[in-house]
């Protein structure tokens, strides 16, 4: 079945970039997801990238999309400890009801 | 946050016992989601809703059953609850204004004794 495959962790500096890499299997994905979540809350949307797109950029977050290997990134730039989180990365699944399929999840601590 | 609260935030109940949980959104959006949540497993899908009386299964729907009889409320029952069903459950919906973009309540923390 259609996968979508992270790295579990990730430890950065404060102040440093912090890149979260994502691998997807379904090319068909239309819309790719990322969404943050912090301990004891639900997933928050932090940004999303159409298919048609190689780069979007929302303040500190950038998405890279590399259709051809199927790779997504989520860089954070100036990384503050309020950035600590477990980030997901989803991508859309073309066919009826259009579920996302999610990634594990990557856990980026931010040390000070 | 899509005006999505679920009921009740915590619960702890004993293996047996059926429990509800309850998912509320005021923004009559017609897909809702129900998923839980557990370490090394991710988000898994349990069953959705596409409108009111219309749902399906996810991939992880057996000893789960919902229902959605009203817009704005989808409930998730666990017929009989089991130690394997402690985990976290989260209700989303689905905003088609940026393609399949979901929204997720603040969860239920289910304990299963």
């Known amino acids: 079945g259609e996968d979508v495959e992270q790295s579990l962790f990730l430890s950065v500096r404060e102040g440093d970039s912090s890149v979260i890499n994502c691998t997807y299997t379904?090319?068909?994905?239309?819309?790719l997801y990322w969404y943050k979540q912090e301990p004891g809350a639900g997933l928050q949307l932090l940004t999303y990238?159409?298919?048609n797109m190689d780069m979007k950029q929302d303040q500190r977050l950038t998405v890279l999309l590399n259709k051809k290997d199927k790779h997504l990134s989520l860089r954070i730039a100036d990384t503050q400890t309020g950035d600590s989180a477990i980030y997901f990365c989803a991508g859309d699944n073309a066919g009826n009801n259009r579920k996302l399929i999610w990634g594990l999840g990557t856990s980026l601590a931010v040390n000070p | 946050d899509a005006g999505i609260t679920q009921s009740p935030r915590h619960k702890v109940t004993e293996t047996g016992t059926p429990v509800t949980l309850r998912c509320h959104q005021t923004?009559?959006?017609?897909?809702m989601y129900w998923y839980r949540q557990d370490p090394g497993h991710g988000l898994r899908l349990i069953h959705y809703?596409?409108?009111?009386?219309?749902?399906d299964k996810g991939e992880v729907s057996d000893g789960y059953s919902v229902s959605r009889s009203k817009t704005e409320d989808f409930l998730l029952t666990l017929e009989s609850a089991t130690s394997s069903q402690t985990s976290v459950y989260f209700c989303a919906i689905r905003e088609q204004l940026r393609g399949e973009t979901q929204y997720f309540g603040p969860g239920t923390r289910l304990l299963v004794l």
């Open positions: 809703s596409y409108g009111v009386k219309d749902t």
């Open positions: 923004e009559n959006h017609r897909y």
């Open positions: 379904d090319s068909s994905s239309t819309y």
């Open positions: 990238i159409f298919s």
